[in-house]
């Protein structure tokens, strides 16, 4: 006779049964930072299949812009805010611009119910999606900002700041573009308003502000990317002020935070109809 | 496994645009009811705006109805749509989300978004690829892929991640007779070994009379039918179908088939009849015989198919399920 209880037998069917009627267990569910690991690293290799021709587009138009402009400004505080710009141009491009696009296509065709029967965060797939666009623009920007500073014999001493600028500039331009994609009710209008966006951050970035009128100074301090734009111009000067430098780039980081939490709720709404 | 009672979605009403006609409110789902049993192959069939994916898209939690339950495994999904997705694995009609990944990241990547660790999430994949025969498309991007090839890496990413309810939008749709053997097989083990459940959304007639164990048929939001393939075939076994096709034009001055032309279907020079099996057989004496057979070009005599059923149950305006 066996003194082994009936419990615990290989097999032993009886908690199962106890439980038939009861709601199954349910599957695990995908935590954030793995979920977002995921989504960020197939997000980066399909901007890498795809996107490649679009970073040189948009790293050609940069240093074009720059090698206009090199005719119109005489060096100083104008070219500063030229190389600044055209170097964060590359930003707004791909995180603001594609990723409006991005999202915009994938709410209209359907895309979105793939994530949304998965159980997934929605921060994990917008953060993800953001930083992979994000992080897509680091080779486009360094090649742009290091052309600019030979071009116009700025010093390259501080461009290591290029390491915050990024991520940061990036957290704004791509929480706002990933919001624009997932609001647009079509998506031509999220095209078109990536597009603008990007316009926008070209026209005011790059021209330098002294030269503009009041009104558009107010349009230019209410676009995120100004602040990353102005962060990196304070750092070529001879003794940047690193405490607005450091303020420049938490208006970027809290930009950022709101952005990108708007586009999760804007996620949410869009994926459960 | 799944019941779904009373469930009721409207769409509202458009209103015009210039270029754009309004659209009066729809009910894409009327008062459904159903119930899926666990380990069986349940086919909603219907043809296209019978409100098929407005009631997956319910079931999947995709979307809120108006009113009606849905109970999938003990959990209530109306109520907790995010649990839908800790239960079943849905395939959708849409790729575009994994378009531009290669097979194996789709696979991997929807496994680790299912909650599997990376190393399991790596298993799965190699096991799912090689089951399906896509071991060698695996370093391909999916937008490279051919229309069947492409659904059928989907149906691998909706694999990798267990879960006992599958929920499968024409996932067989552009695929070869191979890799619809693939996918059947592949449901079946599952089946067999896990007890796993099937609702298949189906536009293909012979496809869900040859897979499904019980099938609903959809009407303008409401389930006219529920009953297995060949259940629902036994209310219109009093009548086979009869298809003449003429070689030129109908010989309507032989008075036997001039008597049938206002019960015949017209398409070009094909005819086609439903009849009483005796009626068929004088029919089918008087065509082969006599006069009308010189103008006779081929003639087929077939028992009803799910097709014949859905027509016979009244289905939307006579139109038949599928575009021959």
Redesign the interface.
Known sequence: MSVVPVEVLPGSTLAVEGTV????E??????LW??LV??Y??QL??AR??RIPLLFVATFQSVGIMILMRGVVDGGAEAQAVVAGSSVLVVAFVALNLLAQYFG??RA????????????PPA?VVLGAAGAYASFTVPGTVVTAVFGCVLFGLPLTHLWVLLAVIPLAGAALAGLGAALGLLAPRPELATLLGQLGMSAALLLGVLPAERMPEVVRLARDLLPSTYGVEALARTFGPDPDWALVLGDLAVCGGVGVVSLAVATWAYRRA??? | MCAVRGLTKTYPPVRGRRGVPATPEVRATDDVRLDIRRGEIFGLLGPNGAGKTTLVRQLTGLMRPDHGSVEILGHDIVRHPERAARILAYLGQESTALDELTVSLAAETTGRLRGLEAAEARAERDAVLEELGLTSLAGRALRKLSGGQRRLACFAAALVGERPLLVLDEPTSGMDPVARRAVWSAVDRRRAERGTTVLLVTHNVIEAETVLDRVAVLDRGRVIACDTPTGLKEQVAGEVRVDLVWREAAPLHVPEVAALQDRAVESGRRWTLRLAPEEARTVVATVTGGAAFAALDDFTLTTPSLEDVYLALGGAAQQGLVKA
């Open positions: 009627r009861e709601a199954a349910l599957g695990p569910r995908a935590r793995p979920a995921a989504v690293r197939a290799s399909r299949v795809a296509q994938l065709s359907g895309g979105l119910d793939h994530y949304a029967t998965l159980p997934v994990a994926a459960v109809r």
